[in-house]
């Protein structure tokens, strides 16, 4: 059984489902919730809560929208159990706010630059059984604003570190899963 795997795909390509599926027969999971919820946004409330419905009574999920909570959880899962994490553009999408790194502050590149070593770091070194999901956001026309292609490059880059230390890769394209690794 792999130990790592990345799963990789596009909006809606049904990447978290089969990261859900991997860990189906393991019990209980930790789900790490990479996503800061925001009641104001009424669309994305209602999807986190279609994910909490249809996970198992029996997983735990860690909250985890500060982007440092996900390298304490890599270092100490809890009770040892599986982790899936889910995922990781919205973990960028932390680190890049909380670093006030949108404009390309070099200063703040070079914290985003640290916290990605630092999760690269982690995952290498977790010793649970680790599903990581994160979206391919790099196949569409090039973004039309700078923090976009910002966005795009960091996360192509941070994807391909995180392939580098997984033994599984799996990209979704329409729901169907095709084995990289
Ligand atoms: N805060 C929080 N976020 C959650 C929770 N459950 C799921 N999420 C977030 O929901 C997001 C996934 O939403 P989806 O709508 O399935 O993503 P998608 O990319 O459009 O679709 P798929 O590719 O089909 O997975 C991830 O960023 C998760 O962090 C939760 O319990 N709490």
């Known amino acids: 059984m792999a130990h790592r795997t990345l799963v990789l795909g596009g909006a809606r390509s049904g990447k978290s489902a089969h990261a859900e599926g991997l860990l189906a ?18 669309e994305w409330t209602e999807r986190i809560a279609e994910h909490v419905a249809r996970r198992p009574d029996t ?9 440092g909570e996900l390298r304490r959880v890599l270092a100490e899962p809890p009770d040892g159990s599986p982790l899936l994490v889910d995922d990781l553009a919205t973990w960028l999408t932390g680190v890049l706010d909380d670093a006030g790194a949108w404009d390309r502050d070099p200063d703040a590149l070079r914290r985003v630059s ?29 973004p039309a604003t700078r923090s976009g292609r910002l966005f795009r490059d960091e996360l192509g880059a941070l994807n391909a570190r995180l392939a580098e230390v997984c033994d599984e890769v799996v990209l979704l394209v329409a729901g169907l899963p095709l084995r990289l690794r």
């Open 25 to 42: 027969e393991t019990d209980p999971v930790t789900y790490v919730a990479t996503s800061r919820r925001d009641p104001s946004d009424r």
């Open 59 to 67: 997983w735990r999920t860690v909250e985890a929208g500060d982007p």
């Open 114 to 142: 640290a916290d990605a070593d630092a999760l690269v770091g982690a995952v290498r070194t977790c010793r649970a059984r680790l599903v990581l999901v994160s979206a391919e956001v790099g196949l569409g026309i090039v």
